[in-house]
């Protein structure tokens, strides 16, 4: 499958502790995207990559999230100190340029209890 | 006022039916919309773009009308595996173009 992978997908976390997700775009795909969806709501962008480089970050990115992309392939979201308003569907996104389709994966569904 | 607003639905409709979604954007300079679709505990996937001239896909017709600012979804002879959540979608010329803005979904469910 060379489609968007995420992991892990699913992940329960205790009130304070920190977590990582992880992205593997499509392979060419230079932009890379995270959203975070809650329930009954669409995807709200987070953050974005052109290669390497970190572009935007939407308001919502607390200094409590980081996003990284090393070597403009893979990309990770770490939250830290989570909170119960975290607890989100994350999703992650690729496309070849800011022209192009966006190709979505799986998501993380993260739950802080 | 929301850059993208839909109308949440439910729309129940039987097979066969004919159903219409609209959505309204705030933007005039945005130019290129989507619509994705999302079934449910799972991620978007692209239905269609959006053209000015219009677009048809089998079924499916998308519309925008730049006069009044919205964008129309027009689903013909609907299957029950239509059902699921259909999200209008922009682009954000807020920040650095390129990340999309979505709208909450409307939520198509088709009977038999």
């Known amino acids: 499958d060379t489609g968007v992978s995420q992991n892990p997908r699913h992940k329960i976390t205790k009130r304070g502790q920190n977590v990582t997700f992880r992205c593997d775009p499509i392979s060419e795909h230079n932009r890379l995207y995270w959203y975070r969806q809650t329930l009954g709501q669409g995807p709200e962008f987070l953050t974005y990559?052109?290669?390497?480089?970190?572009?935007?970050k939407s308001r919502l990115l607390s200094d409590r999230f980081s996003a990284e992309r090393p070597k403009g392939s893979f990309s990770t979201l770490e939250i830290q100190r989570t909170e119960q308003g975290d607890s989100a569907m994350y999703l992650c996104?690729?496309?070849?340029?800011?022209?192009?389709?966006?190709?979505f994966g799986p998501g993380t569904r993260l739950t802080v209890l | 006022r929301k850059e993208v607003e839909q109308d949440p639905g439910p729309f129940n409709v039987p097979e066969g039916a004919t159903v219409a979604f609209n959505c309204t954007y705030s933007?005039?300079?945005?130019?290129?919309f989507f619509w994705y679709r999302q079934d449910c505990r799972k991620e978007p996937k692209l239905l269609m773009s959006?053209?000015?001239s219009g677009n048809e896909d089998g079924r499916f017709t998308a519309q925008l009308n730049r006069a009044s600012q919205y964008i129309s979804l027009l689903i013909r002879d609907s299957k029950l595996s239509d059902s699921a959540t259909y999200l209008c979608v922009g682009p954000n010329y807020g920040g650095s173009q390129g990340n999309l803005i979505f709208g909450k979904g409307t939520k198509l469910s088709v009977k038999p």
């Open positions: 990559f052109q290669n390497e480089a970190q572009l935007e």
């Open positions: 933007n005039s300079a945005s130019q290129s």
């Open positions: 959006v053209y000015s």
């Open positions: 996104a690729s496309s070849l340029s800011q022209y192009n389709e966006q190709f």
